[in-house]
């Protein structure tokens, strides 16, 4: 277990695999940690140095008082990746991470080598969506985020994934479930004021743009838009709910490490 001190808290993190590789940074959900990314490790680290976070007010990372935004989470990122004196590295964010990824690509891009968003849009959701839920957690607190895991399981993975894979469903949704009410909170709320459809033309990095065909979270048409306004931006889909790192498994692996590995 390792944590970098921020100024305001620890942020938790990982970093595995050969040192002399190049660094691969990723970027988690809304709700879940470092851990969502566990079935891409064994292929990701033959070839990287992997290097996880728990993004502030998730998992054992810091919970500050909110909201956050996304320019704060990425400085997080920025951040760990001075603590850690790695100058640059291919970053690999889904859905809040892909935010993350964005904010990084526009503002920030001397640092990234590539860059993968997935499951995400330029702008998720409005405040019609995300104050209520806001309002409910902060009232609610843990009974909440119980509610949250148990919704979560449609929109995260379709049927017929979630009934042959119970516990690979569970142990995502659970990471719900045991998310910190004010950190989970304060999060909606950067997911909320995110609005990156009118600086998308200035992400420079080589850009891959993942969605899911089921996802209804962010659906496809949010992947289009991304890739239709970043010159030169690659697009793959896959069956998948929103989560499709877990639920495409192998495939989204190999279509990132080809991207990745790609000259």
Request: charged share 20%; net charge negative; aromatic share 8%.
């Amino acid at each position: 277990m390792a944590f970098v001190q921020l100024a305001d808290g620890e942020l938790h993190y990982s970093l595995e695999s050969p040192v002399d590789a190049p660094v691969l940074v990723l970027s988690n959900s809304l709700g879940t940690d470092l851990h969502m990314w566990d079935v891409q490790m064994p292929a990701f680290t033959e070839h990287f140095r992997v290097l996880r976070f728990d993004t502030r007010g998730h998992g054992q990372s810091l919970v500050t008082p909110g909201p956050y935004s996304i320019e704060q989470l990425g400085r997080d990122v920025l951040a760990l990746l001075d603590a850690l004196h790695i100058e640059r590295a291919h970053f690999c964010g889904l859905s809040m991470g892909g935010l993350i990824g964005q904010w990084l690509g526009i503002n920030a891009g001397q640092r990234l080598n590539k860059l993968i968003v997935c499951n995400t849009a330029a702008k998720i959701g409005d405040p019609s969506v995300w104050n209520p839920r806001i309002e409910t957690v902060l009232r609610d607190g843990p009974a909440a985020m119980v509610a949250l895991r148990d919704a979560s399981i449609a929109r995260w993975f379709t049927p017929d994934f979630s009934a042959a894979n119970p516990a690979a469903a569970k142990q995502i949704t659970d990471m719900l479930a045991a998310t910190n009410p004010e950190g989970y909170a304060a999060n909606c709320a950067a997911v909320r004021d995110a609005d990156f459809r009118e600086q998308l033309s200035s992400i420079k990095a080589p850009l891959l743009v993942i969605a899911g065909t089921e996802d209804a979270v962010t659906p496809p048409s949010g992947g289009h838009f991304i890739q239709e306004h970043v010159r030169g931006a690659e697009y793959a889909e896959f069956y998948a709910a929103h989560l499709s790192n877990v639920q495409a498994g192998d495939a989204f692996s190999d279509r990132v490490l080809t991207f990745l590995l790609a000259d």
